[in-house]
């Protein structure tokens, strides 16, 4: 009997040092390549598993449930960045070197964060920018970034390079969903053509024309160590000039807004050429290495060509992770401020998850609104007495 009891015991201790060395081989350790530690606890999750939605509480949890969900090679499509990254490093760390002032004695108890972009109405000032192939993400790809969007009164405007047919999105739109749309400047004028009359018969309301990235892509090292070759011929025209803008525009009834600006003097070439605005940007880092964050770029096109933020609209986006860094860069001006790679990051969850994603932003804002003494957002767009950028405005332009 003694001798049962003790085989009983041993075999129960191998049965709980068994469970106990196979949970540690599959709990996770996820390199957070720099995000802030807000407490995700990822030691319960398995590799290529899609972890609890209800862990997401803030922006960058998405990223590291993508990075622990997707291939590798999906997920280096998306967080991969041009050469050294430096520019995708700035546009990360930027907020670091920015204070927000907030003001007290200040009746806050009815807070507004409605907005217009183009005079078309929306329910926040942050909207879900272009980004392609969202079908590696979940199945629903762009369907269910736009159908989130519209039901949180949000704008989308889904690339010109998606996984469902710009048709497709579009159908699935709410009862008076404004969404905008993306397009490339291809060297193939015949499929320009055909695009932009595609784009404004499935009632799209505006273009963001992508006008960086002309010719070829930036050299996205991290994302071709997946694929083990350099990016092909992007199809985009390398010849894209002042002119071609000009066409351009002569072929749709639909406002155009040239995306990608990363200087002042393009900046005001646009407010010359008659834009009803512009969209700061340097694609998230993907692009051209080592150019300005968007905070700078604001900041410079205030300095020189003030009149821009006067007459026209500006968007911007680059590194967004929070509702400060959306405050920021509206009270440098930014009218609306878009969201690359998170809701890229949210849609392994499918409509929940770019849901929460934004709902999780909405309520960021308006508590850093309220804690900022201003009630309505509106009364932020171009408030430099919101925000101090003197150490960023010290190391960009140089102290005199």
């Known amino acids: 009997m003694a001798s049962l009891r003790t085989s009983y015991i041993l075999v129960l201790w191998l049965s709980f040092a068994l469970t106990f060395l196979l949970h540690g081989c599959l709990s996770v350790e996820i390199d957070r390549e720099g995000l802030p530690w807000t407490g995700l606890n990822t030691t319960d999750w398995e590799t290529g598993v899609l972890p609890p939605l209800d862990q997401m509480w803030e922006l960058n949890d998405f990223q590291i449930a993508a990075k622990n969900f997707l291939a590798a090679r999906w997920y280096a499509s998306y967080r991969t960045a041009a050469l050294d990254q430096v520019t995708y490093q700035a546009n990360m760390n930027i907020w670091q070197k920015i204070r927000l002032n907030g ?18 109405n929306f329910s926040l000032p942050f909207f879900i920018a272009p980004a392609a192939y969202a079908g590696h993400t979940n199945e629903s790809a762009e369907l269910s ?156 096109i205030r300095k020189q060509y003030p009149e821009v933020f006067e007459n026209m ?10 509702a400060n860094h959306v405050i920021a860069l509206l009270a440098l001006g930014a009218r609306a401020v878009g969201l690359g790679r ?49 150490q960023v405005e010290a190391e960009y332009f140089g102290i005199n």
């Not at 009364?379 to 950028?389: A, D, K, P, Q, R």
């Open 103 to 120: 003001y007290t004695f200040r009746d806050v108890s009815d807070v507004n964060l409605n907005t217009t972009i183009l005079g078309y």
């Open 145 to 300: 970034l736009a159908i989130a969007a519209g039901k949180l009164g949000a704008l989308y405007a889904p690339s010109i390079e998606s996984t469902k047919t710009l048709e497709e999105i579009a159908a699935v739109g709410l009862p008076n969903q404004t969404m905008f749309h993306q397009e490339y400047v291809w060297s193939n004028r015949t499929l320009l053509i055909e695009q932009l009359k595609r784009i404004e018969h499935a009632g799209y309301k505006a273009i963001f024309l992508t006008v960086d990235n002309t010719g070829v892509n930036g050299i996205r090292v991290q994302a071709i160590r997946e694929t083990q070759e350099l990016d092909s011929d992007t199809g985009h025209s390398a010849s894209f000039t002042l002119e071609a803008l000009a066409e351009i525009r002569n072929l749709t009834t639909l406002p155009i807004v040239p995306k990608g600006i990363k200087t002042a003097a393009d900046a005001k070439t646009c407010l010359d050429l008659g834009f009803p605005a512009i969209y700061v940007s340097n694609h998230g880092g993907r692009v051209l290495d080592g150019v300005p964050t968007s905070v700078e770029i604001l900041l410079d």
């Open 313 to 322: 609209e500006v968007y911007a986006d680059g590194g967004v992770r929070s």
């Open 342 to 390: 998170s809701p890229i990051w949210a849609n392994i969850y499918g409509e929940e998850g770019v849901e929460k994603m934004l709902t999780l932003l909405q309520a960021e804002l308006q508590t850093s609104l309220q804690l900022m003494g201003e009630a309505n957002v509106q009364n932020v767009v171009g408030n430099l007495s919101y925000i101090n950028t003197k």
